[in-house]
């Protein structure tokens, strides 16, 4: 059974940083694309960077530049460093392995807001 747990998030001013950790069991953490999603009260739930097994890194273009999708295999924990934070970033930021076909786990989610 896949768990994922998310933790990190909080109240941040504009121009601030966060740095979200998501933990995960159940799942061989090594060999899986990894990606950080969020959801916006009222919006979908979108990915906003994801990190293959060798490293490569794609992000969403109102992130690129912003945030750092880093991961350490060894403690199974994929991480978003959040810097220059935005109100419009304000969302729950959630983890997932990334698959192309759309499947994923949720956890609960960790809450970020941006305001001043």
């Known amino acids: 059974q896949v768990q994922l747990v998310e933790s990190g998030g909080g109240l941040v001013q504009p121009g601030g940083s966060l740095r979200l950790s998501c933990a995960a069991s159940?799942?061989?953490?090594?060999?899986?694309?990894w990606g950080w999603y969020r959801q916006a009260p009222g919006k979908e739930r979108e990915l906003v960077a994801r990190?293959?097994?060798?490293?490569?890194?794609t992000y969403a273009d109102s992130v690129k530049g912003r945030f750092t999708i880093s991961r350490d295999n060894a403690k199974n924990t994929v991480y978003l460093q959040m810097n220059s934070l935005k109100p419009e970033d304000t969302a729950v930021y959630y983890c997932?392995?990334?698959?192309?076909?759309?499947?994923?786990?949720w956890g609960q989610g960790t809450q970020v807001t941006v305001s001043s």
């Open positions: 997932s392995p990334y698959y192309a076909s759309g499947r994923a786990y």
């Open positions: 990190i293959r097994a060798d490293g490569f890194t």
């Open positions: 159940g799942i061989i953490f090594s060999i899986n694309t």
